[in-house]
């Protein structure tokens, strides 16, 4: 497992890659604005919420409910931002 900054970094790594996107779709399809500025704006809040789910682990005494929760935050960051992907994808068609 990596450490807590490497998962943060790569939170925000991943968010940065939608928010990235989403200029390109506006700049490209600026007809499609609140759709996209929509995408955006679940994409800031899927980071805020991964950031307070890695903030707040459960009981430190316990080794694996931690593990299992850091994977669950690592599962849940790669299935939203894929979801997030897959929503701008569809605005462009």
């Known amino acids: 497992m990596a450490n807590l900054r490497t998962l943060k970094k790569d939170i925000d790594y991943l ?4 928010l990235t996107d989403s200029y390109l779709t506006l700049h490209f399809h600026p ?6 500025v929509a995408v ?4 800031v809040d899927v980071r805020n ?8 682990p459960p009981e430190k005494n316990n080794r694996s409910l931690v593990k299992k929760h850091y994977n669950h935050i690592r599962r849940d960051m790669f299935t939203k ?12 068609k």
């Open 81 to 92: 931002v894929d979801g997030l992907f897959g929503e701008l994808s569809t605005i462009v």
């Open 49 to 56: 919420d991964l950031f307070a789910a890695v903030n707040n």
């Open 40 to 43: 955006m704006r679940k994409a």
């Open 31 to 36: 007809e499609k604005r609140e759709q996209v």
């Open 15 to 18: 968010v940065e890659e939608v």
